[in-house]
């Protein structure tokens, strides 16, 4: 079975500073990584993906994400948060050839950054 | 493109009330998904379709949920009676493929209370 954990409920960061947000997944196989944002009132949107290949992956609103197969973690990193970027982050993983074809999405993270 | 399309976008109903959702995927995408979201529980999945053939409806909490897709651009999900557990907001989501890799395209929701 394949699972995904978000370890914080919350990250509070300053307006400027680097943001990271947690990720560890579970998984039989070769995993297939998602991210996705949800601002309030609207649907999640896909920021970025790890299929495979190069380990960091860059996705949308200057966002990035890092495979590490050894810590079986998909860290969300941004290099200066902004304000804007306040909202719920959510992970999620599914199984590469054979497996699920259904992600399987954590409990979010709610990002906070501050003025 | 104009994205997924629910409709509506707010329900309010009385317990014992039919509830009918409605959702257009991305024109192209073969695969749709209908999600759940509450604070308690998070996002959970509750069927997937795949080239509008039912394919996991193993999320559907109890016999008064239903979901069709008559085609490939329209699916509803029906409740049929509402409960006040009820109370959500309701997600469809599509993608272009089967295969794990793809990432889904949510729409903007329909916030269901039932009173």
């Known amino acids: ?115 | 493109d104009a994205g997924v399309i629910q409709s509506p976008r707010h329900e309010v109903t009385e317990m014992g009330q039919e509830v009918t959702l409605r959702c257009k995927p991305i024109s192209g995408h073969n695969s749709l998904f209908w999600y759940r979201q509450t604070m308690m529980r998070g996002l959970e999945l509750l069927i997937y379709f795949n080239n509008n053939v039912p394919i996991d409806d193993s999320g559907m909490p109890e016999d008064r949920f239903s979901a069709k897709m008559p085609n490939a651009s329209f699916s509803t999900l029906k409740i049929q009676p509402s409960e006040p557990r009820d109370s959500a907001v309701y997600f469809c989501a599509s993608s272009s493929g089967t295969l794990s890799s793809y990432e889904q395209y949510f729409g903007p929701g329909t916030r269901l209370t039932v009173t």
Request: charged share 15%.
């Open chain 1, 1 to 115: 079975a394949q699972s995904v954990a978000q370890p914080e409920d919350q990250v509070n960061v300053a307006e400027g500073n680097p943001l990271t947000v947690k990720c560890t997944y579970s998984v039989s196989g070769n995993p297939y990584l998602f991210w996705y944002v949800q601002y309030p009132n609207r649907g999640l949107q896909f920021l970025l993906k790890y299929i495979t290949g190069d380990n960091l992956v860059k996705g949308s609103y200057g966002f990035e994400a890092e495979f590490n197969k050894s810590q079986t973690s998909f860290h969300l990193k941004k290099p200066s948060a902004l304000v804007s970027d306040s909202a719920l982050y959510f992970c999620a993983v599914s199984f590469a050839s054979g497996g699920s074809y259904i992600p399987t999405f954590g409990r979010g993270t709610s990002l906070i950054v501050h003025p």
